[in-house]
């Protein structure tokens, strides 16, 4: 079977209008499953301070064109690239894609086939579409923040996983690649309306479920799966590090209990939530007479459910990173690595932010650009090539 590294989306062009977040994670996403990215750039006067970052992760993969979308000429451009775009991807607030001309009904009426992303926190009605806000609002209108804590504390924002990333980021990425399969039947493009507050909620849907039947408590810190449970949570061990334990089925609950020295007479049964809190205060004991690396030694590999708590420094190095190359390096910046694997189109190892100077004029007149406009561009863009 013939393979090839250029990845599953090789061959798809996807114009990305500058953003911060879960746009730039979603193309990132693209690119690494070898899409053609190029993004717009705003005029470095009008960039916001958390914009484009050099060695940013999210801005890996792609190439990047400096254009003012409120110069009738540059708007004019990238509606040429629009022309010739599979997929635009945009995350201003409602209505001010279509204050610049081009909003999905300027860029279909061009492109018919265009798929066009919509990235917002709220969604594009409602009577918070237009309201400011960052993933921790999103995720606490989700339901799913008041879930994430321990018992008696507050709600304890996951970083901005959940709403940026997750909520956001991948389900728009998701949702680009189902239209695009749709449209090979249909021959049309189509809008995505992505909410980072409606991700979130879906992404808890198990949880949702949980809470329908009767076996998730309202109350954080509670449950199985929220640090309620002796046998799924972190412990600190004699060094100072951290362990985490999730041995939830009945046969990993006993390898773990045997493996750790546990006496079966001293612990409530396993599912006792009446037992949890003095069975938790026996295995924190327990996992505080050893060091993380002398756990690793007796855990590390088998069915007790067992991972060390490892910092960003420690990761890429863990021997099961290095055995599946989960990190590269692009540049000078260790990040995660493209994922998923693929059998036939594996993917290649991405490359930073290029400015549109790296970028042959022969790819910018593939994507509809005469000399002329391309020396223009030039010019104006500050890093860009000589005309």
Known sequence: METRAVGPLAGYRVLEIEAIGPGPFAAMLLGDLGADVLRIDRPPSAQSPLGP?????????????????????????????????????????????????????????????????????????????????????????????????????????????????????????????????????????????????????????????????????????????????????????????????????????????????LDPTLMPPQMDRAGWPEAKRIMADVFRSKTRDEWCQLLEGTDACFAPVLSMREAPIHPQNQARRAFVAVGEVLQPAPAPRFSRTPLADPRPAAPASEYSDANLRAWGLECAEIARLAKSDPDGREP
């Open 53 to 261: 970052l050099p060695g940013n992760p999210l801005e890996r993969g792609r190439h990047c064109l400096v254009i003012d979308l409120k110069d009738g000429r540059d708007r004019a451009t990238v509606m040429r690239l629009v022309q010739s775009a599979d997929v635009l991807i945009e995350g201003f607030r409602p209505g001010v894609a279509e204050r610049l001309g081009i909003g999905p009904d300027d860029c279909l009426a061009v492109n018919p086939r265009l798929v066009y992303g919509r990235m917002t926190g709220w969604g594009q009605d409602g009577p918070l579409s237009n309201a400011a806000g960052h993933d921790l609002n999103y995720i606490a209108l989700s339901g799913m923040l008041h879930a994430i804590g321990r018992a008696g504390g507050p709600p304890v924002p996951p970083l901005n996983l959940l709403g940026d990333f997750g909520g956001g980021g991948l389900l728009l990425a998701f949702g680009v690649v189902a239209a695009l399969l749709e449209r090979q039947a249909s021959g049309c493009g189509q809008v995505i309306d992505a909410a980072m507050a409606e991700g979130a909620a879906l992404l808890g849907a198990a949880i949702y479920g949980a809470y329908a039947n009767g076996s998730w408590s309202e109350e954080r810190g509670t449950n199985v799966g929220d640090t309620g449970s002796h046998f799924y949570e972190t412990y600190e061990t004699a060094d100072g590090k951290w362990i985490s334990v999730a041995a939830v089925e009945p046969q990993f609950y006993v390898e773990l209990s045997a493996r750790i020295g």
